[in-house]
């Protein structure tokens, strides 16, 4: 059974940085592509980016090209989201997904707020 375990969201300053971690397990977590989407309100579910299974090559979105990176531990079946020079617009529930997309089984999201 795919668990995935989000944490690390909070509240934070315009500016700011946060680290999220996704814990996987009850799959083969080094075979699979991982992605983290956002989800707002108003604009739903949105793709941020993705990491191959080596973490060899990743690709974002560019609302967040530059400023968020994803890296993964193997060892650990751990998945991080490193976000940085955060915006408002970035304030969303995140979540990891099995997935090159936004589809696939994620967890229960964590959320993070950017606000003065």
């Known amino acids: 059974q795919v668990q995935l375990v989000e944490s690390g969201g909070g509240l934070v300053q315009p500016g700011g940085s946060l680290r999220l971690s996704c814990a996987a397990s009850g799959f083969s977590f080094t075979r699979y592509t991982m992605s983290w989407v956002r989800q707002t309100p108003g604009l739903g579910l949105e793709w941020i980016g993705r990491?191959?299974?080596?973490?060899?090559?990743?690709t974002y979105t560019e609302s967040v090209e530059g400023r968020f990176a994803i890296s993964r531990d193997n060892a650990k079946n751990t998945l991080y989201l490193q976000m940085n020079s955060l915006k408002p617009e970035d304030t969303a529930v995140y979540y990891c997904?099995?997935?090159?997309?936004?589809?696939?089984?994620r967890g229960q999201g964590t959320q993070v707020t950017v606000s003065p």
């Open positions: 990491i191959t299974p080596s973490g060899g090559s990743r």
């Open positions: 997904t099995r997935s090159e997309s936004a589809s696939g089984p």
